[in-house]
Structures are given as C-alpha cells and as structure tokens.
C-alpha cells in the first residue's frame, strides 16, 4: 500500500522506516507469491497494474477492518457503557425517544452521545470507535452493517427567507436545481473529501443554517431539521424528493448485551 499510494520506491521506504533494496525484494516476494505484476516501473517512474488497483482497494478495506477490530476489542475490555454516534443538529426529538426507552428498560448502563459533523458518524461507527449510530437512508450507507429502522419521513428545501421559491407551498427537485446565484451546498463523502462544485462545503447544521440564511446556498434536508431552524430560513416540502429513513445500526457480530438492550428498546420504541 506505500508503494502504490506514493508511486516512488524511495519515498514509501522512508515512509516505512526501511531501506529501499529490501522493500523492492518484498514487492517482488509479494508479485511471485500472486502470480501477477502490481507496479510497472519504468525510467518515467512507478505505476500501478489493475492487479494493483485492485490490491490496493482491498488492502486499504482489510486494513480498515483489522483497525475497527483492534478498536472494538479495545471498547470491550472497559467499564460497561455504550458509545452512540449521531450527527450534531438533527433527529433531536428521535433521540430523545431512544435514549428514554432505553434508560426506561432493564440494566441499562451509561450512553455517550458522540454529536458528530455531517457524514462522520459512519465513519466512526465502521472505524470501530462508537457501538451505534443514527444514519440517515440514502445519505448513509448502512452496507455491511446490522441496522432497525426507526422512522421514514418526507424532505424538505431549506431557502433564504426573502428568495422568491419561499412563498410557495411546494416545489420540485428540478426547480431546486436551477436556482440562479444559489449553488448547492457540497456534503462530504464517506472518506471526508468533498465533491467538486462551487457550492460552500458543509461541516455542521449550524454552519449550514448561516449559510442559507445569508443566501450563499440552500439545501434539502428531512422533514425533522425544521425544528433545528432559524426564523430567517424558510422550509418549503419538495414533493419528488427521496424519503429519508432514519436507523439505528451497528457492526454485525456484536455480542455486547448493552448494544443488544438498545435495540431492544428501539425496536419497542418505534415498533419495529
């Protein structure tokens, strides 16, 4: 992987702490034992093969995991209590609801609640470093994960007080896409790069709610953030956008009986 992310013998050596020789000899150990070359190299310099590319994908996915492990195992060994991850700002009533039925149920024991930046609780959840998260179907991805459903509602577009879509009762994606002199805000990914656009990027809800109150952008969001809002933002529905569903997940294979009595209690909570 230090190979392929810096292109350069040399470079993924001192990155390594080791000499060069014996890491091109590893490489070449590592090219025999896969039948395959995975770095052409030339006068011009390194490249990588699509052997590896693809080496490089699914080493960076085992190395995540071996990560998430050490980090699970880490959190197992300590006083009883859960670590639960939600984005800063948003679904405030739900959780509300969650933690009481859980406090509510039988041995419950002490919940942090990680309040997160946009995107970052998956993030943490898939690092290993929390027990649950709140995610947010389709922004989230719970692929991989065991997850409840806890709540489905409709989306909303979020616009300066004074623009001219404010005053309607509805709108549509298509007329949100075309706003003049209002570009889309740009969320960030999985990875916490952010997309391409001339849109500002997004770190936090009250970030964003300046934002549209100033009229630098606007947005879409679930029904839920209304609560959230300042005066000087205006919530119209939009009629055709996906609906949102909100779950509570976690890394499949947990054995902790605290994880399993807050699903519990969200399962009778919001009768799943």
């Known amino acids: 992987m230090a190979?392929?992310?810096?292109?350069?013998?040399?470079?993924?050596?001192?990155?390594l702490g080791m000499a060069q020789p014996p890491l091109s000899r590893a490489i070449a150990q590592l090219e025999r034992r896969l039948g395959t070359v995975l770095l052409e190299r030339d006068s011009r310099g390194v490249a990588l093969t699509d052997a590896g590319q693809v080496l490089l994908h699914e080493g960076r996915t085992a190395l995540a995991a071996v990560a998430a492990a050490e980090?699970?195992?880490?959190?197992?060994?300590?006083?009883?209590?859960?670590?639960?991850?939600?984005?800063?700002?948003?679904?405030?009533?739900?959780?509300?609801?969650?933690?009481?039925a859980y406090a509510a149920g039988p041995d419950p024991v002490p919940v942090d609640l990680r309040l997160c930046r946009v995107g970052e609780q998956e993030r943490l959840l898939r690092a290993g470093e929390v027990d649950a998260a709140l995610l947010h179907v389709p922004f989230n991805s719970t692929a991989g994960l065991d997850s409840e459903e806890l709540h489905t509602e409709g989306q909303v577009a979020l616009l300066p007080?004074?623009?001219?879509?404010?005053?309607?009762?509805?709108?549509?994606?298509?007329?949100?896409?075309?706003?003049?002199?209002?570009?889309?805000?740009?969320?960030?990914?999985?990875?916490?790069?952010?997309?391409?656009?001339?849109?500002?990027e997004i770190h936090d809800h009250s970030q964003l709610g300046q934002l549209v109150a100033l009229g630098r952008t606007f947005a879409v969001l679930p029904d839920?953030?209304?609560?959230?809002?300042?005066?000087?933002?205006?919530?119209?529905?939009?009629?055709?956008?996906?609906?949102?569903?909100?779950?509570?997940?976690?890394?499949?294979?947990?054995?902790?009986?605290?994880?399993?009595?807050?699903?519990?209690?969200?399962?009778?909570?919001?009768?799943?």
Do not use: C, N, Y
Not at 165 to 191: C, I
């Open 161 to 200: 007080a004074g623009h001219p879509l404010a005053a309607r009762s509805t709108v549509r994606m298509a007329e949100l896409a075309e706003l003049p002199g209002l570009p889309a805000p740009r969320f960030p990914r999985h990875d916490g790069s952010f997309p391409e656009g001339a849109g500002p």
């Open 71 to 100: 980090a699970r195992t880490r959190r197992a060994g300590r006083p009883p209590g859960l670590v639960l991850a939600s984005k800063a700002g948003a679904s405030t009533d739900l959780l509300a609801v969650l933690l009481d």
């Open 224 to 272: 839920s953030s209304r609560s959230q809002l300042r005066p000087d933002v205006a919530v119209v529905p939009v009629l055709d956008a996906p609906p949102v569903t909100s779950v509570l997940a976690w890394a499949p294979g947990s054995t902790s009986r605290a994880l399993a009595g807050l699903v519990r209690a969200a399962i009778g909570a919001f009768g799943g």
């Open 3 to 15: 190979v392929a992310e810096e292109l350069h013998f040399g470079r993924a050596a001192r990155r």
